[in-house]
């Protein structure tokens, strides 16, 4: 339809959509009609274009209808702003002009009278406010919005700092720890191949400084009297000259490194001047924070490294654990290269035991660079077997309760038999590796059936002898190696010390997987949150999108079918008064074929006729004109295009927070009546006494919104469908709850704790993210409420979302 430039414009601000295709339907023959959806978009056209009038919705998103006619009002002063609302509250008139409207009109709209009224306020019909206090209240009010809309930010963005440096403290530290594991595992790596004890020493304080960028490290091993550590390796030319001086520190005496080797354990001084039992060594004078870890092997204690920092706390509980780990290494290397120097006139007489050594290295080499538990432990039994040329060979790790020893990981097929069955064995029991935990200390058995405490195991009926190694670390035993033979005598004393060195390498690789895993899992878990909090913000503003998207079609359906029903029946009464020859024609025969069609579909085509006939010309070409039909088209064209192209909008931010006072009983109404369940099937009850909460409106309807629908779907294959949605006052104080009851399939109970997860989904293939009972967790833990699932298989489930209450609106 052509305008004309002297045609008035009306300008229409509201977020129904029904609304503004009503009033355009109403007013475009006569005027320019603009439309806006939400009020910032208003007040943006209305200074663009400069409407004669302006229609406004009062209850709106973001801006309030009161706070745009304000601004309006201010920019366009010779404009008519006038309130168009079902708000029928008392003194809304006055409240509307105290906002700065020129008047009131109230929907629903009556058709018959709405287009003078508009000609009336086009006109210069205005209505004055009599009682100034609503203006001042209004204005008072408004002071309040502004300032309350401006200490939410605030907070807001104080909140965000506080959690962006919680953030950046977590992946600092997330970071130095992972740096610490590489450099750990490299040092690693480094030493444990070096037998020659000099170098290994003088190799390991360097690689720790270079790996570490500490400023000084040294070792010390306690001589046989076992009353000093002495001084074996240091770093640059402090250490020279403290090696040159015999450097030694008395064991359990006044240093950091005799506390360590004297209680066998680490010990941290974040700053050596506050430290009593630290050694002013005056070739460190820039010593400012120091560590010492004891050096154990075997439960033995053969020394202690110390690794000292010019900066103050450089170190944390955190890096005992891993440092600890490192030094646990680092005696084993130490061991195993005191065992090189001791036995190197063995070796040229011992080819066997030659052979158990360099096997031992390998296995060792080969472990400690694999820091996934299940693969370490699988691989680490099959090279011990190819190794030393056993049948058998097992791991068992300790249970949380330390009773039992559980079978980790076995050789062979008895192995995976006995990983199948769960096998375990009781720490102290009657068992090799039962008492190798429970002593500490690894036991021999060279003929199995003439050993008291041996375990007759059915997949093994072949052993002949066994050796079980305890696994320690830092001396605490977290499990046990076994080894078995076909053969008797298979082991001698020389086996059980390269096995338990081996062991000790094994524990200390285990550790390190374990610690790895725990901080992989942490990290996992922060990234997973994070991840989930915006998809499902995203996902739940794409829900709402869609549910506004989508809104307008069943409308737009019901009016596009009553329109061409209308004309059929209009050309039908035409043709009936037309010549017979002209009702022969197949254009006629077919336009009765389709009054036929819709007559079979249950529509009155007399009755219709009959309305139609009692109306005017005007009056029909009112509401019966062929473009509301194209525009009925053109809005479902633009829904299902819309709705079809939401995975593109998914992308978008998310939405903050706006909170306001909420009524519960019109939410669930609402949310009811939006997702077009059949009549009969929902039954409501809400509570006289019930008050209103405070959250975000699209967040809240989320949430109810995702909750009807699930039990919708739990009752989907149910014959009797019966949904009960019942909200009061909680049995807590200050607490609202909605229960929301349906009589469907029901949750397992193994399942209860698992609906809450981001994207585990009971529905299987037939649909669901995951997301949606995670998203409606959180937003109701945001708002400090909860939500409280019963449910019985069979039976239904009873889902209780409780929220704050607003005490005084």
């Known amino acids: 339809m052509n305008q004309t430039s002297e045609q008035s414009k009306v300008l229409c601000i509201d977020d129904t959509a029904e609304s503004r295709m009503l009033v355009q339907r109403l007013l475009s023959h006569n005027y320019l009609v603009l439309e806006a959806n939400d009020g910032l978009q208003g007040i943006e056209m209305a200074t663009e274009s400069e409407p004669d009038i302006v229609l406004v919705d009062l209850h709106m998103p973001h801006l309030s209808g009161y706070e745009v006619a304000t601004r309006i009002k201010s920019l366009l ?73 401006v200490r939410q930010l605030t907070q807001a963005l104080e909140h965000n700092a506080e959690l962006n440096d919680q953030n950046l403290e977590l ?17 690693g790596r480094n030493i444990t191949s070096i037998l020659d004890l000099s170098t290994l020493l003088h190799t390991t304080v360097d690689v720790i400084c270079d790996e570490f960028d500490f400023y000084y490290s040294g070792i010390f091993l306690i001589d046989k009297t076992e009353e000093w550590a002495i001084l074996r390796a240091g770093r640059g030319e402090a250490g020279e000259a403290m090696m040159a001086e015999e450097h030694k520190l008395k064991v359990n005496g006044h240093s950091m490194i005799g506390r360590a080797t004297g209680q066998r354990q680490a010990r941290i001084a974040i700053d050596v001047g506050e430290e009593p039992y630290h050694f002013k060594n005056p070739h460190l004078p820039d010593t400012r924070s120091e560590i010492a870890l004891p050096l154990i092997v075997r439960d033995e204690i053969i020394g202690a490294l110390t690794i000292q920092s ?54 060792g ?60 064995l009781k720490v102290g029991g009657l068992s090799m590796v039962g008492a190798a935990i429970d002593q500490r200390q690894a036991r021999i058995s060279l003929n199995v059936s003439e050993e008291p405490i041996y375990f007759e195991n059915p997949h093994l009926v072949e052993t002949r002898s066994e050796i079980a190694l305890p696994l320690i670390v830092s001396g605490n035993v977290i499990g046990a190696l076994t080894v078995q033979s076909v053969e008797e005598a298979a082991f001698s004393d020389e086996d059980v010390t390269a096995l338990q060195m081996m062991a000790d390498q094994l524990a200390v690789a285990i550790n390190n997987a374990q610690l790895l895993k725990e901080l992989e899992a942490t990290h996992a878990e922060l990234v997973q949150t994070k991840t989930y909090q915006a998809i499902a913000e995203a996902t739940g503003e794409a829900i709402h999108w869609v549910g506004n ?22 050309a039908n009464a ?80 998310a939405r903050q927070r706006n909170l306001e006072i909420i009524s519960l009983p019109e939410l669930l109404e609402e949310v009811i009546a939006s997702m077009g369940i059949p009549s009969g099937i929902v039954r409501t009850l809400f509570a006289d006494d019930l008050r209103p909460v405070q959250a975000d409106r699209n967040q809240l309807d989320r949430v109810f919104l995702n909750l009807v629908k699930n039990s919708m779907e739990a009752m989907e294959n149910s014959d009797e469908k019966t949904l009960f ?71 239904g489930t009873t889902f209780s979302v409780f929220l704050p209450t607003v005490e005084d609106v």
């Open 77 to 149: 002063p010779q404009a008519a702003v006038v309130a168009l609302t079902a708000d029928v509250t008392p003194h809304v008139r006055e409240r509307v002009l105290a906002a700065g409207c020129d008047g009131y009109l109230s929907k629903p709209i009556d058709p018959d009278q709405f287009q003078e009224q508009v000609q009336a306020f086009l006109a210069g019909a205005r209505e004055d406010l009599e009682d100034d206090s609503y203006r001042q209240a209004y204005q008072q009010r408004l002071v309040a919005e502004l300032e309350g809309k």
């Open 365 to 424: 080499h080969d472990i400690t660079s694999i820091l996934d538990l299940d693969e370490l432990l699988s691989k680490t039994v099959d090279i011990i077997c190819d190794a030393y040329d056993t049948h058998y060979s097992g791991v068992f790790l300790v249970d949380e309760a330390g009773e039992w020893a559980v079978l980790r990981a076995g050789r062979g097929a008895a192995g995976d038999d006995m990983v199948a069955e769960e096998h375990k």
């Open 310 to 363: 010019a900066q103050k706390a450089a170190f944390t509980d955190a890096d005992v654990t891993i440092l600890q780990s490192m030094a646990d290494q680092l005696a084993i290397a130490v061991n195993n290269a005191r065992l090189h120097s001791q036995n190197q006139d063995l070796l040229i007489r011992t080819e066997r035991h030659a052979r158990l050594l360099e096997a031992t290295a390998q296995v």
């Open 725 to 795: 949605v019942w909200a009061r006052m909680a049995d807590e104080p200050g607490l609202a709850v909605v229960d929301i009851i349906d009589h469907g399939v029901g949750i397992p109970a193994e399942q209860l704790d698992k609906i809450w997860m981001a994207f585990y989904t009971t529905k299987g293939d037939s649909g669901g993210t995951g997301l949606g009972l995670p998203a409606c967790a959180q937003i109701v833990g945001q708002l400090e409420g909860k939500i409280t699932v019963d449910s019985e298989v069979g039976l």
């Open 549 to 570: 998207k989508a809104a307008p079609i069943p409308g737009s359906i019901t009016r596009i079918t009553e329109d061409v029903t209308r004309y059929l029946i209009i």
């Open 574 to 653: 035409l043709l009936a008064q037309a010549s017979p020859e002209l009702r022969k024609h197949k254009f006629a025969q077919l336009l009765a074929q389709a009054a036929e069609e819709i007559s079979g579909r249950g529509a009155f085509l007399a009755k219709i006729q009959e309305e139609i006939e009692n109306q005017s010309l005007k009056r029909l070409r009112r509401v019966l004109t062929i473009e509301s039909i194209f525009e009925d088209l053109e809005i479902i064209e633009n829904s299902a295009r819309a709705i079809l192209n939401i995975k593109e909008d998914l992308i978008g931010p």
């Open 171 to 187: 992946l600092k530290e997330a970071q130095r720890q992972a740096h610490l594991l590489k450099a750990g595992a490299k040092v």
